[in-house]
């Protein structure tokens, strides 16, 4: 399958600061999105995003295709953005391959 | 709207148990999923559908079983439970062709003991 590296795996913040979360693929995708997963576990689909620039509020993604690699941004970060961040990408729209996640701690 | 509902929320099972885990969704998706997590890791497909009566294989399919007799439920079996099988399960769906947001169910926590 396809390899899905994030970086960094930890990420601790102060409330108010801004974070750019990295993933990197392997192979060529037609479909990449970026989920958080809260602290009860609960998932939530933030982007779909296979290339190109979304913004939604404070979050804001960026998925260059061609150099294999999407970018998530977190601005004036809020203790409720805590979790972890996953990047999934997938050749089809129904194979996706998750990477192992960014843990993100905002601090108050 | 429920959104994705899983039952049970919990479970803890013998080795060479079986048990059926129930997707529910009332959104009217065509696609289904089942993923599981394990600790520090990503999601990993299990099973999927495209529509009812269908199914397919995901990355990690054995071991399990799934069915979908009716649009808005995904069942996913296992018929002899192993310890490798502990993990937390999720389903997810999407309303179909064209849209690739999924909604997320709030899990199962499975123990194999």
């Known amino acids: 399958g396809i390899q899905v590296e994030q970086s960094p795996p930890d990420l601790i913040l102060q409330e108010g600061a801004n974070s750019t979360l990295r993933c990197n693929f392997s192979?060529?995708?037609?479909?990449l999105q970026w989920f958080h997963q809260n602290p009860w576990g609960q998932l939530i689909n933030l982007f779909y995003i296979p290339s190109g620039t979304k913004q939604n509020g404070r979050l804001s993604a960026t998925t260059v295709a061609t150099e294999r690699y999407s970018l998530l941004y977190i601005s004036s970060s809020q203790t409720t953005d805590s979790g972890v961040y996953f990047c999934?990408?997938?050749?089809?729209?129904?194979?996706?391959?998750f990477g192992t996640g960014t843990s993100l701690t905002v601090i108050p | 709207n429920a959104g994705v509902t899983q039952t049970p929320k919990f479970r803890v099972l013998k080795t060479g148990q079986s048990m059926t885990l129930l997707c529910a969704q009332d959104m009217n998706h065509e696609y289904m999923y089942w993923y599981r997590q394990d600790p520090g890791m990503g999601l990993r497909l299990i099973h999927y559908s495209v529509g009812e009566g269908t199914t397919a294989k995901g990355e990690v399919p054995d071991g399990y079983n799934v069915s979908r007799l009716k649009k808005q439920n995904f069942l996913l079996g296992l018929e002899s439970a192993a310890p490798s099988q502990t993990s937390v399960y999720f389903c997810a769906s999407r309303p179909g062709q064209g849209y690739y947001g999924y909604t997320f169910g709030s899990g199962t926590r499975l123990t194999v003991v």
């Open positions: 192979d060529s995708v037609n479909n």
């Open positions: 999934a990408v997938g050749p089809t729209g129904n194979q996706f391959y």
